[in-house]
């Protein structure tokens, strides 16, 4: 049996959705595009969606103070305006960015940086 896929969306289960939420519509300009409470928002990132979806209160511990969520997840964001710039653009709105980078034969620059929750994404724009 072949069966054929398309991914639709992607969900981040995180502390705060109302502050994710603004983030990345803020940020990267994303449309919301269902929300529910406090709970669940989805948000329209071009050919995925990014669902941000309140995660369950025994994983919190509110003693800790602001969640950092460590993760092996990383968001991708393709973009056609210089990454450098971008990246400028991102640290004077206090966004957490690492350095640009790219690999030998390889056709894209790339920038990690994290939303307020740990959470890692990544600029990437052709050379």
């Not at 406090?38 to 995925?48: N, P």
């Not at 964001?77 to 210089?82: A, G, K, S, V, Y």
């Not at 400028?88 to 030998?104: P, Y």
Request: glycine share 4%; net charge negative.
């Amino acid at each position: 049996m072949e069966i054929k896929v398309a991914l639709d969306t992607i969900i981040l289960y995180v502390q705060n959705v109302n502050r994710l939420k603004s983030f990345y519509k803020n940020i990267f300009n994303l449309k919301i595009i269902e929300e529910y409470q406090s709970i669940w928002a989805l948000l329209d990132a071009g050919s995925c969606k990014i669902g941000l979806h309140k995660i369950g209160d025994k994983y919190l511990n509110e003693n800790k103070g602001v969640f950092k969520f460590d993760n092996n997840t990383k968001i991708v964001f393709e973009i056609n305006e210089d990454i450098n710039e971008v990246r400028a653009h991102f640290i004077n709105q206090n966004v957490v960015m690492r350095e640009t980078k790219t690999f030998d034969n390889y056709d894209y620059w790339l920038c990690d940086g994290e939303d307020p929750e740990g959470n890692v994404f990544q600029l990437k724009q052709k050379k």
